[in-house]
């Protein structure tokens, strides 16, 4: 069958860039059964030098090259090594690249000069961006053997700017999950319980930088593909404004534009998504890209007061406990900083409405176009995917429908800005961000993300959103409501899911939103959070 074929080819490629790391991997003493957290294998494994240069975070690494007390190869050789074990542990890598990554490291040590901001750190990339032509296929067994562009607007720029590509790392069927399973590679693992999701679409990358496989990587994000993972696995995740990180090259289902996603960072650290924006945006990158505002990466200076907005409830789906104490610790952080932040409820506006406009609109056509890829590759939907066409707001729409669609998105968009900028009223300063968790729960058991509203509501109004790690569940701590009556559904669905056994280890994680093109806003904004709550 054409699909036995396929995927042998894509596995087969993996297989052998992971042969090629050397020296190999000594995995005789690793527990059999592996524990349900695996962070700590990596002390097994690697050696010390390894172990310290993957310990230290994007600007360490930069300032180490700068200084000579590493060199670029010697950097590439450890993230190489820390990959394929994360790939052992988690299965979050669909191709390493050994020799492009060691020639280009060899190149950069060559140079007098730094090449650029990023010189010699190694990147990760998510694997339907471009790269060099290489495959694409989108979690799709029909995209295994389409034509490969070499051309990706974002990697172009961190090439420019000094980076060495080194891994590429699974995404789900489609893409359009939150969960990273497919046909061709299998379900990837939460490496702080493997029990639970990584998340997806770009769960490879998370499961890949919470190991410290990378420090750095690039994900995408049309309904929290970058955020949703970041918060299961415990790191940083950002989702630009749509048009601030180009798209081009990147490999995707076939579909309109009612929801355009964003492409951004996933990093073991806070500073690494600013040297990553600041990089990006300020190489001009609409110059070759269209779609993209002409808007370099901007200093800012924030109100002396900041006034965060709390969304501790959607109105739909109510979080689990873990999730609602990281409210409540970040909360009391802020108040105990009185002086710097104001701290008030955030009133949601009718965000059922919102998920109603964003499912029509990330499936215009009922998925006609999705099954008909399945078909092409010969492969089965996998069960979120075929979740998504069971769903009832998923349908098949005329094009009168759609443009009445659109014309409803257009309309929220109004009234959520208009909502927004009514909480100056009545004294004068609006919400200067909103916090909010990333899901009702931590990282979910296998095959039961099936909650997107805390992120997707964010992409429909195309604000920017920064994931960033809070906790990690306590049993003792977080007992479940058994009195809680669910308001619907969705509600029963996700309170029954809940016990604080299921989750042991998992990190939550919350979000810090701002309004469109607010980017570095956003990130300020984390900064200050951050440093209140003493990091």
Request: charge should be negative; aromatic fraction near 6%.
């Amino acid at each position: 069958m054409r699909i036995d074929s396929a995927v042998a080819r894509a596995l087969a490629l993996r297989d052998n860039s992971l042969a090629q790391i050397s020296p190999p991997l000594q995995l005789e003493n690793l527990p059999d059964p592996l524990p349900r957290n695996v962070l700590e294998i990596r002390h097994q494994v690697l050696d010390a030098e390894e172990i310290e240069i993957t310990s230290l975070d994007a600007d360490e690494i930069l300032a180490a090259i700068k200084s000579k007390r590493y060199s670029c190869v010697t950097v590439t050789k450890a993230f190489l090594r820390s990959a394929a074990l994360a790939q052992v542990l988690t299965n979050c890598i669909t191709e390493l690249l050994p020799g492009p990554a060691l020639e280009r490291a060899a190149l950069l040590d060559s140079l007098p000069e730094p090449l650029g901001p990023l010189h010699g750190l190694p990147i990760s990339v998510k694997e339907h961006h471009g790269m060099f032509g290489r495959m694409k296929s989108c979690g799709l067994v029909a995209y295994i053997d389409a034509d490969p562009s070499g051309v990706s607007g974002v990697n172009d720029v961190l090439w420019a700017a000094g980076a060495v590509f080194y891994a590429r790392t699974t995404m789900p069927q489609t893409g359009m999950q939150l969960e990273t399973s497919s046909n061709i590679y299998g379900v990837t693992l939460n490496p702080r319980n493997l029990d639970l999701s990584a998340g997806g679409s770009s769960g490879g990358e998370a499961a890949l930088v919470a190991l410290r496989g990378s420090v750095l990587g690039v994900g995408g994000d049309s309904a929290g593909s970058i955020r949703a993972p970041a918060g299961n696995t415990g790191i940083y995740g950002f989702k630009p404004t749509t048009g601030r990180l180009s798209r081009r090259g990147a490999k995707g289902v076939p579909g309109g534009d009612g929801i355009i996603g964003a492409h951004g960072p996933m990093s073991t650290s806070r500073s690494a998504l600013s040297l990553f924006m600041k990089t990006y945006c300020n190489s001009s990158p609409w110059q070759n890209d269209p779609s993209l505002v002409p808007l370099p990466w901007r200093d800012v200076q924030l109100p002396r007061k900041l006034k965060i907005g709390v969304i501790w409830n959607d109105g739909v789906v109510t979080p689990h406990p873990p999730v609602r104490r990281a409210l409540e610790e970040v909360t009391s952080a802020l108040r105990a900083h009185g002086d710097s932040f104001e701290v008030v409820q955030w009133t949601p506006l009718n965000h059922a409405k919102a998920y109603e406009i964003s499912m029509g609109l990330y499936f215009e056509d009922g998925g006609k176009a999705i099954k008909k890829v399945l078909e092409d590759g010969g492969e089965a939907p996998c069960p979120l995917t075929q979740w998504i066409f069971d769903n009832e707001l998923v349908k098949d729409r005329s094009k009168e429908e759609v443009w009445a669609l659109k014309a409803e998105r257009n309309e929220y968009r109004q009234q959520h800005n208009d909502h927004w900028l009514a909480t100056a009223d009545p004294d004068g300063h609006a919400v200067d961000a909103i916090l909010c968790p990333v899901g009702p729960s931590a990282a979910p058991p296998h095959g039961k993300s099936t909650y997107w509203l805390y992120t997707s509501q964010w992409s429909l109004l195309e604000y920017p959103g920064v994931s960033f790690p809070v906790t990690t569940v306590d049993p003792a701590k977080d007992v479940k409501d058994h009195g809680y009556v669910p308001k619907n559904s969705r509600d029963k669905y996700n309170h029954d899911q809940y016990d604080p056994k299921t989750y042991v280890d998992a990190p939550i994680g919350l979000q810090i939103v701002t309004r469109k093109f607010e980017d570095e806003k956003c990130l300020a904004i984390l900064e200050a959070i951050e440093k209140a709550m003493g990091r």
